[in-house]
Each structure stands twice: as structure tokens, then as C-alpha cells.
């Protein structure tokens, strides 16, 4: 449960983050970023599936670039529904989803399964081989 709360609150911040930048997506305060990753969360749980495989064949054709265009339809959808978080277009959706999507990656490549942050320490041994 941990985790999952971590991973909601880093989603927040990139969401904030992203208001930050000034491309289209705005965010009245911290109330409505947390609302809206709450409800981006679980659309991504719910319909990002589904729609990945109804749309497989133009993901395939587009070499999977077409889900960037799933994402930034999502963030529209949440756009929709959440007070206070505004996407301006569908380019803005566009950026605003592959900069939500950098920004939570990185964040979230330091928290392990149970919410813990973490790191790997890797050292190069003897032969030269990282460990």
C-alpha cells in the first residue's frame, strides 16, 4: 500500500512539474495535481490496456509511437474530468504526456515495490565488469 501511495505522490509532482514548463497543461494547486494523478492512475490501469490492444495494428505500423497519442488522449480524459487541471490542445496533451510520463519514470526508478527509496551501488571489479 506504500508503494502505491509513493508512486501516487511522484505522479503528483510530475504533474506539477509539467504545469512548470508552460506547454498548454495548467494546475490550479496541489489538491488538483493529486486528484488528477489519482485519476490518470487509474484510467492507465483501467483503459491504457484496452486501448493498447485495439489499437496493436497502428502501434505496430507506427512502431509503437501511437501511444503517445493513447497518453495524451488520457490526459485529455482527465482534463475533462478533474477542476483545476486544464490541458489547453492536443499537442499540448502530446508533451504533456511524454514529459509526465520522463518525469514519473525517473522519479519512480528510485522507489522499490514496497515504496522504499532506493538505489543500486554498482562497483567495477578486478576483470572489469561492473557489479
Known amino acids: 500500500m506504500k508503494g502505491i501511495l509513493v508512486r501516487w505522490l511522484l505522479l ?4 506539477i ?5 508552460g506547454i498548454g497543461i495548467h494546475v ?3 489538491f488538483s495535481a493529486f486528484f488528477a494523478a489519482m485519476v490518470l492512475g487509474v484510467l492507465n490501469a483501467l483503459f491504457r490496456p484496452i ?3 485495439i489499437t496493436l495494428p497502428i502501434n505496430i505500423l507506427t512502431l509503437g509511437l ?3 497519442v493513447i497518453n495524451a ?4 480524459m482527465v482534463s475533462g474530468v478533474v477542476p483545476g487541471f486544464h490541458v489547453s490542445g492536443f499537442f499540448a496533451a502530446i508533451f504533456g504526456s511524454l514529459v509526465i510520463s520522463l518525469v514519473s519514470w525517473l522519479l519512480s526508478s528510485f522507489v522499490n ?19
Open 12 to 15: 503528483t509532482i510530475a504533474i
Open 17 to 21: 512539474l509539467t504545469s512548470y514548463l
Open 28 to 30: 490550479r494547486g496541489f
Open 51 to 53: 486501448l493498447l490492444i
Open 66 to 68: 501511437f501511444t503517445f
Open 73 to 76: 488522449l488520457l490526459l485529455l
Open 113 to 131: 515495490e514496497k515504496g522504499g527509496i532506493g538505489y543500486v551501488d554498482l562497483k567495477k571489479s578486478d576483470r572489469g565488469i561492473w557489479e
